[in-house]
C-alpha cells in the first residue's frame, strides 16, 4: 500500500513498498482520494482496509521536520542550503524524456546517483521541462541520519495494522512527475 502526498509544489511523496507500473498518459489518471481527516478510523476505513490509495490532509504532514527544512516557503522549490550538506548519498532516481508534450513513447531510465545531481537538475527545471528527473523508491534508511530524523514513521502507518512496517520509500520532484515502468 502507498501513501502518497500530492502536490502543485516541490513534493515529498512517503510510502511503503513501490508503486505498481502506471501509464503516464494523463488521461488514464483517476484522483486519489483526499481524506476528510487524518484519523486512523478515517484512514483504515478509506483507505487502509480497502488496499487503496489515499491522499492525507496537508496538515497531516505539518510537523514532520522534512516540512520545513527541505522546502522554502517564499517559493516553490527544495531548500538546496539544508539539502546540499547531503548531496553525497547514492540514490536511485529515474528520468523520462517525453517524445511529445503529452507524455506518450517516453524513454525511461533508472540509475543510482548522487543526491546533488537531482538537488542540481531541481534548481534549473520548472513545470515546463520536458525531462523529468525524480528522486524515486529511495529507501529511508539508506538516507543521511539527519534527513532520516526528519521523516518520522507517520502513526497512522504505524498504527493502522499490526506494526509491520518493512520499508518505507521517499519520491522527491518538482511536479508534474510521473512514474512508469
Known amino acids: 500500500m502507498n501513501l502518497l502526498r500530492v502536490h502543485r509544489r516541490p513534493s515529498l511523496a512517503y510510502g ?7 501509464s503516464c498518459e494523463l488521461s ?11 484519523t486512523l478510523e478515517t484512514f483504515r476505513e478509506a483507505a487502509f482496509h480497502r488496499s487503496l490509495p489515499a491522499q492525507l490532509p496537508p496538515k497531516t ?23 546540499g550538506q547531503f548531496g553525497d548519498p ?13 507524455y506518450k513513447g517516453a524513454q525511461f531510465e533508472r540509475a543510482d546517483a ?14 515546463n521541462s520536458l525531462q523529468r ?6 529507501p529511508v534508511d539508506a538516507l543521511p541520519k539527519p ?12 498504527k493502522a495494522g499490526k506494526g509491520d512496517i ?11 512527475t510521473c512514474t512508469s515502468k
Not at 16 to 22: A, F, N, P, V, W
Not at 75 to 81: D, I, Q, T, V
Not at 147 to 158: G, I, K, N, S
Open 61 to 83: 504532514f505539518k510537523n514532520f521536520p522534512a516540512s520545513t527544512k527541505w522546502f522554502r516557503e517564499a517559493e516553490p522549490a527544495f531548500n538546496s542550503s539544508y539539502l
Open 147 to 158: 534527513l532520516r530524523d526528519d521523516l518520522p514513521t507517520p502513526e497512522l502507518v504505524a
Open 28 to 38: 488514464t489518471w483517476r484522483p486519489v482520494q483526499r481524506l476528510k481527516d487524518s
Open 133 to 138: 528527473l525524480y528522486v524515486a523508491q529511495a
Open 166 to 176: 518493512y520499508n518505507a520509500n521517499i519520491w522527491l520532484g518538482i511536479a508534474p
Open 90 to 102: 547514492m540514490v536511485p532516481m529515474e528520468l523520462t524524456r517525453p517524445e511529445s508534450h503529452n
Open 16 to 22: 511503503r513498498g513501490t508503486l505498481s507500473d502506471r
Open 114 to 127: 548522487p543526491f546533488s545531481i537531482f538537488l542540481a537538475w531541481a534548481a534549473q527545471a520548472d513545470a
